[in-house]
């Protein structure tokens, strides 16, 4: 689109109106019908008529005459109007009132020998009469008449005689006083005055026209002053007031005078409004509003009766929109308002209850985009709740010096024998909570309980068979009390596991004692191998492993491990030699045996002396 330059505004009336030489000499051409113009002095035949014309064609101020009423009126005029909101045109209006002439006499009355005379404009002046002497009344000394010519009184006394008084003002210059023209005023020379002149109605003046010259005539109507300024300082072409530009593009000239604007529009994001005016060019896309929510001070890990000093914060984050609005609410209830500059808004809480505290806080934020003036409504929430933290859990400690290859890494032997102290005590760190007591179940032995912080007992390994994994549990009971409403229960606990586990054997025994050897494997009694063998305690995975085993001659060499799968050896090698033939007793199909969770690698016969003879196992 393109705009043209804006014309600078010319002031003046050329010429005037008025009748031809040849009609001025004619001497009998009327110029025009008075009736038809408009602040003429104009008569009427009564007042009817004159309420039956049109606004139109009356000045305000104007001044008529009524034949039939045989007085003179004053229009007045209101002038027509539109409004808009809804739309309505008001025609002109007029109404009339009867009129005086300021200085003509309207009345007169005689006190004494002093007669006052009123004036058109209200206003007074006496004049005294000539006495008649003492004695008999002298009624030619009387005044009989009186008449007016211009500002002169005249009047006739009873005897014929006569004498005359200059009535104040005049219609005469030079004028000293004020005068109300009401028609048409015509000077030939000029007129020079050292105050104001005013005008109500329309003021018409001719000037000649200077393309050098940059003035132009303004007019304030606040104060009526009728003045010149440089056409500069209100945006006109004038000398010196040029609007120059340079473009940024490669090609572009290096400068100059602006005449027209032109807007190749691209781009989406570029914006041209026009407004009474102002002509805005907007680019880019403004940067709209990222409210959010912020509550310091508030504290989760809290009773519900326990005091809390907190603020919640709403921030604007306004971005490059215009406020319209802006709200902080809890639940419903509005807490603040924007009132027009604020950026945020906050309100802070001292001493309230969390019960109180658990509510939702929101901001409301209403903006309008200055680019298209759409309106934005963004809505930011934030839920206070209470999370109440647990007491800290009891810690649980063991004394397994009596168990039998020990409790390393809480790993017990399968049929391992002896005891395990145990001990459970609560934590120190209560965190507001209310201690009431201990309680326990260790192993298989019956839940006790006991009001003292710690609990203990000593538990018999073998209570859970030979084989079953034990469980040493101690809790900590704990209640709200005062501080919360309803009282709230909190039970910590600790479990620790002691687990059984099979590990890596091996040895050498008579022949005559692998009954016995292989029956200590159902009833977990860890002496009868540990006589002429070795048990690897916590080593439960035999790959890689190298076992070693010394004998004498005619002894059946035992290698045991865990029954599971992923234990089951591939090779049991001799420098390199795979022997596992040697092992591969005949039972259950030439397979090892299954006793009890043990798988049994057993030479098929009793082997020579050995001192010692070691294999790497594989799986």
């Known amino acids: 689109m393109a705009f043209d330059p804006v014309q600078e505004p010319t002031l003046g009336i050329v010429g005037q109106t008025g009748l031809s030489p040849e009609a001025i000499a004619e001497g009998n051409i009327a110029f025009a019908d008075v009736r038809f113009i408009r602040g003429a002095f104009k008569v009427y035949a009564s007042q009817s008529l004159i309420d039956a014309q049109d606004p139109a064609q009356f000045n305000d101020g104007q001044i008529v005459y009524a034949e039939h009423e045989k007085a003179l009126f004053r229009m007045d005029i209101t002038p027509g109007f539109t409004t808009f909101n809804p739309f309505t045109v008001h025609p002109a209006t007029k109404s009339s009132a009867s009129f005086n002439w300021p200085n003509s006499i309207i009345s007169a009355s005689v006190v004494g020998s002093t007669m006052t005379f009123t004036k058109g404009d209200n206003s007074t002046f006496d004049v005294t009469l000539p006495s008649g002497g003492s004695g008999s009344a002298d009624t030619g000394s009387l005044i009989a008449t009186a008449s007016v010519a211009g500002n002169t009184m005249t009047f006739t006394k009873g005897d014929g005689d006569t004498f005359s008084v200059a009535l104040p003002g005049g219609d005469s210059f030079p004028y000293t006083g004020s005068a109300l023209i009401t028609g048409s005023l015509g000077v030939t020379g000029s007129i020079s005055t050292t105050g104001d002149i005013s005008s109500s109605g329309a003021l018409f003046i001719s000037a000649s026209e200077s393309s050098t010259v940059d003035k132009v005539a303004l007019y304030d109507n606040t104060t009526g002053q009728l003045f010149y300024t440089a056409s500069s300082a209100i945006g006109g072409g004038g000398s010196g007031s040029s609007i120059n530009a340079t473009g940024s ?344 045996q299954i006793i009890n969770g043990y798988r049994v690698y057993k030479s098929s016969t009793p082997l020579g002396a050995a001192n010692p003879i070691s294999y790497l196992l594989k799986t």
């Open 249 to 592: 593009l490669a090609d572009a000239s290096p400068g100059g005078v602006v005449n027209t604007i032109t807007i190749t529009d691209f781009d989406a994001d570029v914006v041209v409004r026009y407004d009474a005016g102002n002509l805005n060019f907007i680019f880019g896309i403004p940067t709209p509003p990222t409210p959010s929510m912020n509550i310091s001070g508030f504290i989760t890990n809290k009773f519900n009766l326990e005091l809390q000093t907190y603020t919640v914060t709403g921030n604007f984050g306004i971005g490059q929109y215009s406020l319209i609005t802006g709200s902080l609410l809890s639940g419903s209830d509005v807490l603040e308002l924007a009132t027009g500059s604020e950026t945020f808004l906050s309100r802070d809480f001292e001493d309230v209850t969390g019960e109180i505290a658990e509510k939702t806080y929101s901001l409301q934020l209403t903006s309008s985009n200055p680019a298209t003036n759409e309106i934005d409504k963004q809505l930011e929430q934030q839920t206070l709740s209470l999370n109440k933290l647990n007491a800290g859990s009891p810690t649980n400690t063991f004394i397994t010096t009596e168990v039998e290859l020990g409790a390393a890494s809480n790993k017990i032997e399968v049929g391992a024998t002896g005891s395990i102290q145990f001990t459970g005590s609560k934590s120190s760190s209560d965190d507001n909570w209310t201690f009431v007591s201990m309680s326990a179940t260790p192993g298989l032995d019956p839940f006790f309980t006991s009001a003292n912080t710690s609990i203990n007992a000593n538990y018999n390994v073998r209570t859970s068979g030979i084989a079953d994994n034990i469980t040493f549990t101690s809790t900590a009971n704990y209640d709200s009390a005062t501080l919360n409403n309803p009282v709230v229960y909190n039970n910590r606990s600790d479990s620790d596991t002691f687990s059984r586990i099979r590990s890596l054997r091996f040895g050498a025994f008579s022949e005559s004692d692998t009954a016995s050897i292989e029956n200590s494997l159902s009833t977990g009694d860890l002496g009868a191998f540990q006589a002429g063998g070795t048990i690897y305690k916590g080593t439960i995975n035999p790959n890689n492993q190298t076992v070693s085993i010394s004998h004498t001659t005619g002894k059946v060499e035992y290698i045991i491990t865990d029954d599971a799968s992923s234990y089951t050896l591939s090779a049991i090698e001799v420098s390199g030699n795979n022997f596992i033939g040697t092992f591969q007793h005949s039972v259950a199909g030439g397979s090892p």
